[in-house]
């Protein structure tokens, strides 16, 4: 071993990585499984036994028996009551992985994880070619080509072919970012930004099929050459290509990971990709829409985690009511224990039992005959979280339900185990208790904080650059989904005067951070050509803020953040800092008023036009 991985890589891999299995059990054996609720038990998955083999899946792809093995391992602890006990299991592991917004608990698939891991590597391959893992590996695997191409190897290393199994999770959800166009076929390549990266159309027969995407820009302007695109491309995908900005600073081409705001790949989309396609089938067997919803709602209700994951199993049918334990072959006797009934369903323990009828009469929440509680789980649940408040009853009188249901199944179970029979009025007492305990608990105290200016700029606070030039500039953009255009405008402030406003009708940016990153620009060119050296910019855009002042990997802003740092430079002096929106409003209306018209155009002036006559009021 070395830094915690296998140096020979050879002969069984099942034996090579029996270590991260014999980790795993260390740890997971070691836990007192009967002094866990199901809420301690998932933060012990989730933070400590999913991440154990964290390391070496990173680098190499595990073996599926590994896989089965670790996922046992996790899967007893989750269901067994006691050390050294199996337990019983409800239902299959891969439907507990599913997102606890479609019904499951949220847990990650090991074999999924492992190449959601792996898949960063390609990535890290793709953005750092100069690296020296990046280096050697081409020159040994491929030398003409990138990791996403390249065909199998002879006589690869194991790590190699762990990373090379998993570039197809990057493949589909990937398009080259422009940048010299030297790098992109535009003929073969996922370069066009329509949902699925794809390939530009051609408009007839294609004559040279290694045309590159540098081939399309004008060389002096660095600027796409107009009419030789729309002599050569479809038209539906001429304006798609015109609104992509190539480098002028001759950065090459890069890419796109498409599921992540930044372009920036992450080992949680990946991950969700990857299970989104393994899983679309296992999501419609879990349950039905509406039983989705319900198993959804109960992690927004206000109680402990523990409660949570009750409510959660007995929506989901994973509790051991007499029924369900004859279902599933582990008991004769289908009757309630407390009242005789002859089937003890997970509703009757709940709501239809007399001790269980008599707390929900005795508490302040409505009963309703035939309404609530009813003969269905499902309607009764939907009641307590919906359906009871439209109907009047207040949220604090509801927020004690959960704590009700946890105390009748904990009444329930007294009387099975230890022969003791609680009365309704002793279980409310103790919900109402509990709740009112916990909900005490939840309450910090608030601190009066004091209003810190939220971004200061390059060359320090808004105020004193106010004080050396008395100039401020407000920009904003104007952005729809559908739209065809967008909208960008600034005001520009001398002290309380208003001095200079700017509007430009522009084409549709890829989205709204790219219209506030574009209207920035525009601002930044127009009032350099004006004569202004030193200015202080104002946005209510906190997200641009942030990426002009902070170094971060952000493919998808990577030439609109260049060309903010190519103007700033020019400046003598320049800063910008974040307002909130309702101080941002005559830049926001030139904004709109901009993307509204019909037609491409640019305004800079001192008076308002006459076609802004309606909104004059507000600019001033």
């Given amino acids: 071993m070395y830094l915690g991985l296998p140096e020979n890589i050879c002969g069984s891999k099942k034996k090579v990585f029996a270590y991260v299995q014999d980790r795993l059990n260390s740890r997971v054996n070691t836990w007192e499984a009967k002094h866990l609720s199901k809420g301690g038990k998932e933060v012990q998955i989730k933070s400590v036994a999913q991440a154990v083999p964290t390391f070496t899946m990173s680098c190499y792809l595990l073996p599926q028996e590994i896989h089965k093995k670790l996922t046992g391992a996790v899967s007893r602890f989750w269901w067994s009551a006691k050390a050294n006990n199996r337990g019983l299991h409800w239902v299959a592991w891969d439907k507990i992985c599913v997102p606890q917004e479609k019904g499951g608990l949220g847990f990650r698939d090991s074999h999924d994880f492992n190449l959601a891991l792996l898949a960063k590597q390609v990535w890290r391959l793709l953005i750092y070619p100069d690296s020296l893992l990046a280096r050697v590996l081409k020159g040994r695997y491929y030398r003409n080509s990138n990791p996403l191409r390249v065909g199998k190897a002879n006589n ?123 899983k679309a089938s296992i999501e419609r067997e879990v349950a039905e829409p509406s039983v989705t919803t319900l198993k959804k709602e109960v992690w927004k209700l206000k109680t402990s985690r523990k409660i949570k994951h009750f409510l959660w199993q007995a929506i989901s049918g994973f509790v051991t009511a007499a029924s369900r334990l004859c279902d599933r072959h582990c008991a004769n006797d289908r009757s309630c224990i407390r009242c005789g009934a002859a089937d003890e369903t997970i509703n009757h323990i709940l709501f239809e039992c007399p001790p269980a009828l008599q707390c929900w009469a005795l508490s302040d929440i409505p009963t309703h005959p035939g309404l609530f509680p009813c003969n269905a789980l499902f309607t009764n649940v939907d009641h307590l979280l919906w359906r009871a408040e439209n109907l009047g009853v207040s949220k604090e009188t509801l927020s004690v339900f959960p704590w009700l249901l946890w105390y009748i199944w904990k009444g329930r179970n007294e009387k099975l185990f ?158 910008i800092s974040y307002i909130p929106r309702g101080m941002n409003s005559r830049a926001d209306c030139l904004a709109k008023a901009a993307r509204v018209r019909l037609d491409f155009f640019e305004f800079v002036g001192v008076e308002t036009p006459v076609w802004l006559a309606h909104v004059a009021s507000l600019l001033e």
């Fill in 156 to 278: 690869p290393s194991y790590g190699w072919r762990s990373i090379w199994t998993a570039r197809s999770v990057l493949s589909e959800s990937l398009h080259r970012s422009i940048g010299t166009g030297a790098d992109t076929n535009v003929w073969e390549d996922g370069w066009i930004p329509d949902g699925v990266a794809r390939p530009a159309m051609p408009k007839g027969p294609v004559i040279d099929h290694d045309l590159r995407v540098h081939h399309l820009l004008d060389h002096e302007t660095k600027d796409w050459n107009e009419p030789l695109i729309r002599e050569l491309v479809a038209e539906e995908d001429v304006n798609k290509i015109l609104c992509i900005k190539p480098s002028r600073l001759g950065r090459k081409d890069g890419y796109i990971w498409k599921h992540t705001k930044s372009g920036s790949y992450t080992v949680r989309t990946g991950y969700e990709v990857i299970s989104e396609k393994r």
């Fill in 418 to 575: 230890n022969g003791v029979e609680i009365s309704p009025l002793d279980t409310l007492q103790l919900a109402l208790s509990e709740a009112k305990s916990w909900q005490v608990a939840q309450i910090i105290p608030s601190i009066e904080e004091e209003a810190v200016p939220e971004a200061q700029g390059s060359t320090g606070s808004a105020e004193p650059l106010q004080i050396r030039t008395g100039i401020r500039c407000q920009v904003d953009a104007s952005w729809v989904h559908e739209g065809a255009r967008s909208g960008v405008g600034f005001a520009l402030w001398e002290g309380a005067n208003r001095n200079l406003i700017g509007l430009k009708n522009c084409r549709q940016s890829a989205s709204p951070l790219h219209a506030e990153a574009d209207g920035l620009i525009w601002a930044m060119k127009t009032l350099w050509d004006q004569g202004y050296r030193a200015m202080h910019f104002e946005t209510d855009c906190a997200q641009l803020l942030k990426l002009i002042q902070n170094v971060e990997e952000w493919p998808s802003m990577v030439q609109e953040l260049e060309d903010i740092r190519i103007h700033s430079r020019k400046f003598d002096q320049f800063d």
